[in-house]
């Protein structure tokens, strides 16, 4: 890119800059400030430049597909469900959660063991490239570092990174706990993290040729822990809001988008989202303190909650993202085609579109969707009703968005 820090513009709201990787944070109202003055001087000199564009003709910009990135004996399966399944529904967008599932060369240790190659990776590159799909791969930035009893990768190399390195793993893991153990998180703050972080991210979005990232940043439960040396005292907002921009300033100057989970910039208590699928640690204040060319992935699985109006009215693209209750997600899908067709021309591109989630392995997936009840398979049901899974979701879904788009 041309530029060593951009901004970008989105139906005319200026972004933001600053943050360097090795600066040292001692204000953040303050570099918020420069933050701001930075975007409006650098805003006549640059501009990202998005590869990806959506047609904003059609129902949803946005018709995506999110899933785990697949094992490499699932590789050639899941090139070919991309070719059978996602082309004729009209997807458009592939959401890779792949954290480590790569074998970076900048940190190897990071990597999975059976992790993706290059060569792996290329074939689903090629055949999105060929059906003209956006893919967005993902690694879990801030929280989800570790899961059950096990580190995740990052902390197990790097255990100073850790946030609460007073708080131990269980042997067993049960919810809830007296640590109010969910996942780790690390240190936004720690002066090394993010030298390892933006390595394997330029590197993961290399090999994916990728022009956007998806850095999780959701449920994050350990931030600002009043034992960090570093974070005890600052406000949990502004940490969260200061880790977002800085993730958010390394991509544009490589040309990118940062895309996260909504569910910290909601609050938890008066809406009675709770603490999951909302924040009760006051993070929400963040939505007013950053970039607003983030994309929001507004989940909510249960309810067809509204909340993609208020990240829309705050300026942000959002896009609703369902699990494996496929009436929810009809009615999300419903909900998302009457925002767009009942804005303002200001607010209607921001109503960016669905994505099918479904938090699986991608076999399970394939195996359900063949309708294959592996055990795998069965496991992902809802819990109330075997016939609520994500795979019948996701045709849910795309058969109300083929319908959106006959009637257009
Ligand atoms: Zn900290």
Known sequence: MKHACLTKTYDNEVLSCAFQPAQKITSFRLKMALCLVSAITLLFFSQVDIKAQYSDDSVFPVKGFCINSPSPSELDRFVKFISDELVPRGVNTLLLLGDYNYQFKTYP???DSGA?????IKKIVAVCKKNKF???PQINLLGHQSWSNKTGNLLKH???????PHIKMPEKYVWPNDDFLYCKSYCPLHPDVHKVLFAVIDELCDVYEADAFHAGMDEVFYLGDDKCPRCQGIDKAELFAGEVIRVRNHLATRGRELWIWGDRLLE??????????AAYNYTWRAIDMIPKDVVICDWHYERPDQTAVYFAMKGFRVVTCPWRTPATAVIQTEDMARWRKYATPEMRPRYYGMVQTTWMDTGGFMDGFYGNLSARAVGAAHPKNPDFTPWATFKAMFTKIAELEKMK
Do not use: A, H, N, V
Request: net charge negative; proline share 4%; glycine share 10%.
């Open 158 to 164: 790097f255990p100073e990174f850790d946030e609460t």
């Open 109 to 111: 240790q990071l990597s």
């Open 116 to 120: 993706l190659s290059r060569d792996d």
């Open 134 to 136: 956006r893919i967005i």
């Open 268 to 277: 938890g208590k008066i809406t009675g989202l709770g603490f999951w699928e």
